[in-house]
């Protein structure tokens, strides 16, 4: 039988959706178990508090509930969706999670896999699926960020411990013929600085018999030189915006939202200065969040979009970086 066409040329966004686990750890708990204060970590970061994910939370779980959210806001049949795109650096299962997920939807017609970036995984992925949608052989498409990293945080390490939560995000994204409000993207990857933040390998060696060795799975927490991964995001995250706006033939005065990875209030504050866009129309919720990994971009949007915040054809600059060191940005127009 000969494969359907579609004749496309661009990508609408039709529905989004979001979950986050009920447990909350709030600064003054944090200090109960390492030496900090609330006011040291707001001053810092930005945030109050964060999700922890519980015995019952997993990313499979977290991430077929964004998803079921996004699916009833876009009001699509379940059936017609054709792909499913998962980026998280946390799968339930690491042989891949997105095919749980398509499974608990009942989406059997939609192609699933997972894709590994880190923070900046959300905005990769959806690039990924619009270029999908775009070359005509799909049409929806489910883009979910999902992660949880409270699985891989040292909790005894109060350098790291205090910025990281678990939460889930989508998008709903169809094809279009009739125009394309995906409207440029760009992304980056620098491994030679890839050692600033990781979530390495535990490399215990073991023996299967006398003279044949390996290595035993299992991850050590999370490493992460702070201070040069802010310095990185304050200089690179407004270069590739500038970037893309030249490219797109926009300017950052026409941005009515900025989106960025949820990682540091001070770092969303300097891209937007340096960008010359207002502290009002960028986006912020980690103050209850924290950093979520591949979810925070997702998770924001959809607040915003339920609060009626992001309306039918803003135009939304987005930008997601972190550990690779990756980053990368989007220009997007919603509806």
């Known amino acids: 039988m000969e494969e359907k066409k579609f004749n ?14 009920h ?12 030496d900090t204060s609330d006011e040291w970590i707001k001053s810092r970061t930005g945030i109050s508090e964060r999700r922890i994910s519980s015995s019952e939370d997993n990313v499979t779980d977290m991430g077929y509930k964004a998803a079921l959210n996004a699916i009833q806001k876009a009001n699509w049949d379940i059936k017609t969706i054709d792909l499913i795109v998962l980026a998280t650096s946390t799968p339930h299962d690491l042989f ?19 894709l590994t970036a880190a923070c900046s995984g959300f905005l990769f992925a959806l690039i990924t ?29 109060r350098r790291s411990c205090i910025l990281f939560g678990d939460g889930a995000g989508a998008l709903a994204i169809e094809a279009t013929n009739k125009f394309d409000n ?11 600085r890839g050692c600033f933040l990781n979530l390495p390998s535990k490399n215990i060696k073991d ?9 035993s799975g299992g991850f050590s927490p999370i490493q992460m030189n702070g201070q040069e991964v802010y310095k990185f995001a304050v200089r690179e995250v407004p270069i590739i915006l500038k970037k893309l706006f030249k490219i797109t033939n926009y300017s950052s005065d026409q ?11 001070r770092i969303l504050d300097s891209v937007g200065e340096k960008l010359k866009i207002p502290k009002e129309k960028i986006l912020s919720n980690l103050e209850k969040y924290g950093n979520t990994s591949a979810a925070t971009i997702p998770l924001v949007m959809d607040e915003a979009i339920r609060k009626n915040r992001i309306k039918q054809n803003d135009i939304i600059a987005t930008s997601g970086f972190g550990a ?9 127009k919603w509806g």
Not at 8 to 21: E, L
Not at 23 to 34: A, D, E, M, P, T
Not at 130 to 154: E, H, T
Request: no cysteine.
């Open 8 to 21: 496309q040329i661009g990508v609408s966004f039709k529905g989004s959706g979001s979950y986050v686990p």
């Open 23 to 34: 447990q909350i750890l709030s600064n003054q708990k944090i200090s109960q178990k390492v």
């Open 96 to 114: 891949g999670s997105a095919p749980s997920i398509q499974a608990k939807l009942g989406a059997s017609n939609a192609v699933a896999f997972d």
């Open 129 to 157: 699926a619009s270029q999908f949608l775009k070359g005509g052989n799909f049409k929806r498409a489910l883009v979910i960020g999902a992660d949880q990293l409270s699985s891989f945080v040292d909790w005894n390490d």
């Open 182 to 192: 995906f409207i440029g993207f760009d992304m980056r990857t620098d491994g030679e």
């Open 207 to 215: 023996s299967i018999i006398d003279n044949i060795d390996f290595v």
């Open 255 to 265: 941005v009515d939202w900025l989106v960025l990875h949820q990682a540091n209030q």
């Open 324 to 332: 690779g060191l990756s980053w990368g940005s989007a220009l997007i």
